[in-house]
């Protein structure tokens, strides 16, 4: 995936359906639902044996930085927009784009304890304060205290249109959260969670290989 | 910590706290008074996001209970494996009502202003079917059962968690949420068969009752055991031979589990209810037929309730005789507090307490 390099405002390409993103080049990112066998917890496996898991199949994703910021415009279908928990047995829709913290990571067990993965994380119900996570395996995501992630979500006529946005170097995050350079190139996998399923921790949809990720200069 | 493994199978078998702390509640004595859930609420569930939340719970029996028919959401453990559960709504828990205190108390409208909840008129709370019991006049019957965290020894709670964010402490078994690690999942929810684990909205958090831990800590009896009236509510460690719950769980074995066929051991036990005879058309009394049906005891505590309704009848007649019944004198609890929590006699009113005592990781 090339991340272009644009000059536009901040603003501009904070909105979802503002004009960048309608010429931006576009992949259209397959997902598939998280191996039942992998879940962390036995009651997980048992509960969601014989159910669908990660019912949201594709995302389309763009991706431009204006040399401060990167940021990444996701859509995908979606009949029900689940904004907010609202019930005690209700659940948000959420994505998550995922790289590793430096080179690379094991992708299906959520990095390892000597490659760590760097997760932003949207949920319908956060507002416009994404927050940032670190992963070491399987069931360790830690939420840190700061985050310096922007999102901007809205969901109309069957589809949630999201963009995810942070500076390209966070130097107060140095060992928790991915540095971007322009004309670097990483690695990016993504997850989506479909609210009205039940879907939150490891039960989602998600990418199930790295793409590279290629900034330009 | 979350790295130990108690409460989890290691090898095949659950690795055990070192001491165990332990309920006992005599169903023969409760009222259903509910001053055990009022001193529990206004201790810990005021903050915002917790006003829906009842750790501590007194439902009629039969009845449908807190959440609304919890019996019948499955969870726990069968066959040694998870058994799937399902979450219950907001509206099954009872939501929080608000009231026009405002309208009432300084409305200047006298008796033309009624207490009552606003908004659209609620179709259950947590006490909905109190009183309404079961049977038919003249063997109508129904008795109180107060509920807690049952601070379970295979906690299906601590083993659904993907995170690790429930554990149970080595040196008393209290089972505790780790509010910096939970994420509001809520497997715990599903997974909990007596679905005492609430969700705060606010914080979007799971959080339950913490067994009073930072009064046990001080050798004060949790709030719930403390304030009861009724001296029902026993409190030591189960394995504490000279204590109240080893002889009555142990020793005499006239306090059972609830719905133990969950497979979670639980350690609050229950001594069962005693009862009239049923009365027939004629005015005969049946004394081989409690009003409570022996069936419905067994539903709950087990077959082994006969025995355990039997032994009390026993120790009756023995003490209405003129002899002494260390069981009766044991459950009536002449001196309190040192004879129904003897390690938690301490009054909170003398000591210290600090803000750290309940937000450092136990």
């Given at each position: 995936?090339?991340v272009?390099k644009?000059s ?9 359906g ?12 397959a ?9 962390p ?5 048992a509960?969601?044996?014989?159910r ?12 431009l930085?204006n ?27 959420g ?8 080179g ?13 993965v ?13 927050k ?25 006529s ?15 995050q140095?060992?928790?959260a991915?540095?971007?350079r322009?004309?670097?190139a990483?690695k ?20 199930q ?9 | ?11 095949g078998?659950?690795v055990?706290p ?9 169903l ?14 206004t ?9 829906h ?10 009845g ?13 453990f ?7 559960g ?5 509206e099954e828990f009872?939501?929080a ?18 207490l ?38 295979h906690?299906?709670c601590?083993?659904a ?22 994420k ?5 929810m599903?997974?909990?068969?007596y679905?005492?684990i ?13 067994f ?21 509510r ?5 394995d504490?031979e ?5 002889k009555?769980?142990k020793?005499?074995?006239v306090?059972?589990?609830l719905?133990?066929?969950?497979g979670?051991e639980p ?8 009862s009239?005879?049923r009365?027939d ?11 409570i049906?022996?069936?419905y ?7 082994e ?5 039997e ?13 002494k ?9 002449y001196?309190?507090?040192n ?22 990781k136990a």
């Amino acid at each position: 995936m090339l991340v272009k390099k644009v000059s536009f405002a901040r603003d501009t390409l904070l909105d979802p359906g503002a004009a960048p993103w309608k010429q931006a080049a576009m992949e259209i990112v397959a997902l598939k639902g998280t191996p039942l066998a992998l879940q962390p917890s036995p009651y997980i496996k048992a509960a969601w044996k014989g159910r669908e898991i990660g019912k949201i199949k594709s995302v389309r994703v763009q991706a431009l930085h204006n040399g401060e910021e990167i940021f990444f415009h996701l859509e995908w279908a979606d009949a029900t927009a689940d904004a907010k928990i609202g019930n005690d047995n209700a659940f948000p829709d959420g994505a998550a784009l995922l790289f590793p913290m430096s080179g690379d990571a094991p992708l299906q067990t959520m990095g390892s304890k000597t490659q760590p993965v760097n997760a932003w994380q949207w949920r319908a119900d956060f507002g416009e304060q994404g927050k940032n996570n670190v992963a070491e395996g399987l069931g360790t995501t830690r939420v840190t205290a700061v985050s310096h992630i922007t999102c901007r979500g809205s969901w109309r006529s069957g589809a949630w249109l999201l963009v995810i946005a942070r500076p390209l170097a966070v130097p107060d995050q140095a060992t928790e959260a991915v540095q971007f350079r322009p004309a670097a190139a990483t690695k990016i996998a993504l997850a989506i969670w479909e609210g009205s399923n039940g879907e939150r921790a490891g039960v989602k949809a998600f990418s199930q290989a790295w793409r590279v990720l290629q900034l330009q200069a | 910590m979350a790295e130990d493994n108690v409460g989890r199978i290691v090898n095949g078998q659950v690795v055990r706290p070192k001491q165990q702390l332990a309920m006992v509640f005599d169903l023969n004595k409760c009222l259903g008074c509910q001053t055990c859930t009022i001193a529990c609420k206004t201790l810990w569930t005021r903050e915002e996001g917790m006003e829906h939340m009842w750790w501590a719970t007194v439902n009629t029996m039969p009845g449908r209970g807190t959440p609304k028919d919890w019996e019948a959401m499955g969870g726990g453990f069968q066959n040694g494996a998870p058994r799937a559960g399902r979450l219950p709504t907001s509206e099954e828990f009872g939501e929080a009502w608000e009231f026009n205190y405002d309208e009432v108390f300084y409305g200047g409208k006298g008796e033309g202003a009624a207490l009552r909840p606003q908004g659209k008129p609620p179709t259950w709370g947590p006490n909905w079917d109190e009183d309404q019991g079961s049977g038919d006049y003249p063997n109508s019957y129904y008795f109180y059962l107060p509920r807690i965290c049952n601070h379970c020894t295979h906690p299906a709670c601590l083993e659904a968690c993907p995170r690790r964010a429930i554990y149970k402490r080595a040196e008393d078994g209290i089972v505790l949420i780790d509010e910096t690690r939970c994420k509001g999942y809520r497997f715990c929810m599903e997974a909990c068969p007596y679905k005492k684990i609430y969700f705060n909205h606010v914080r979007t958090i799971g959080q339950k009752c913490i067994f009073c831990f930072p009064r046990v800590e001080k050798g004060v009896a949790p709030a719930c055991a403390r304030q009861c009236p009724g001296r029902l509510r026993f409190v030591g460690y189960l394995d504490d031979e000279k204590g109240p719950i080893h002889k009555l769980v142990k020793q005499w074995k006239v306090a059972l589990p609830l719905h133990a066929e969950r497979g979670t051991e639980p350690n609050v036990y229950y001594v069962p209810p005693l009862s009239p005879a049923r009365v027939d058309a004629d005015g005969n009394v049946d004394e081989s037929k409690p009003r409570i049906p022996i069936e419905y005891l067994r539903s709950l505590l087990g077959t082994e309730v006969d025995g355990a309704l039997e032994m009390l009848k026993a120790e009756m007649a023995k003490a209405k005789r003129g002899e002494k019944s260390e069981l009766l004198d044991t459950l009536i609890v002449y001196r309190w507090p040192n004879q129904i929590f003897p390690d938690f006699t301490k009054d909170p009113a003398t000591l210290e307490w600090s803000r750290s005592d309940t937000t450092r990781k136990a």
